[in-house]
């Protein structure tokens, strides 16, 4: 089945603990990106990646960090969580040149104490 | 930034009744996209329409693109409660890798 999956789906942590979101899609696609998602702000993009090596800042990329050292996956991580950063957060894919529709994870909870 | 904006900002009808969202954004783009999002759940992609296209349709959606007007519609025909969900525009600017997206439009179809 074609999907996107992120783990964990839930996440309660401290202020300052280092913590990384895993995102991973079966479907060969060449883009990916991070969105967090926040009451009355729609979803806003964080970082994407056009390919294997290639990331570049969304419109929110402060205190966010992304690496795609394989086509399949894509971490975000958070070096130092503040609490500002308690959202939902969303990874999603698209083959990209050849079709431009987003293909999206399930989504991340995270909360920040 | 946020370059969608949809109105309204929620929709309450019965079933059967047909349900419209706008979507207004502010500069040029390469496509924009409708998507639904059940409560709390990932966005599902539901239609895409490039710049030069005017009208699109896909099953009960009919979307419309005015880019004089830097504006789209949205139009679920004989909704159900099913369609309840929040739906949201999206403009490309890249061609795929920069999405943005407006607040939503939150629906609700009473059975």
């Known amino acids: 089945e074609a999907q996107v999956t992120q783990n964990p789906r839930y996440l309660i942590t401290v202020t300052g603990k280092k913590l990384t979101v895993t995102c991973s899609q079966n479907m060969n696609h060449e883009y990916m990106s991070w969105y967090r998602q926040d009451p009355g702000l729609g979803l806003r993009q964080i970082y994407y990646s056009m390919n294997v090596e290639v990331t570049d800042k969304g419109d929110v990329p402060e205190g966010y960090k992304v690496s795609r050292k394989e086509k399949r996956n894509f971490p975000l991580i958070l070096e130092s969580p503040s609490p500002n950063q308690t959202s939902l957060y969303f990874c999603a894919s698209s083959a990209g040149r050849t079709s431009y529709e987003q293909y999206f994870g399930p989504g991340t909870r995270l909360t920040v104490t | 930034s946020q370059q969608g904006e949809e109105d309204p900002q929620a929709l309450s009808i019965q079933e059967g009744e047909n349900a419209t969202m706008n979507c207004s954004y502010k500069?040029?783009?390469?496509?924009l996209q409708w998507y639904r999002q059940n409560s709390g759940r990932g966005l599902v992609h539901l239609i895409l329409i490039r710049s030069n296209e005017r009208e699109k349709h896909s099953g009960r959606l009919r979307v419309t693109l005015d880019t004089s007007k830097k504006s789209s519609s949205l139009l679920i025909t004989a909704s159900r409660a099913a369609d309840t969900a929040s739906y949201f525009c999206?403009?490309?600017?890249?061609?795929?890798?920069?999405?943005?997206f407006g607040a939503g439009t939150i629906l609700r179809v009473k059975s």
């Open positions: 999206a403009t490309d600017r890249q061609y795929g890798n920069k999405l943005v």
């Open positions: 500069t040029s783009i390469n496509n």
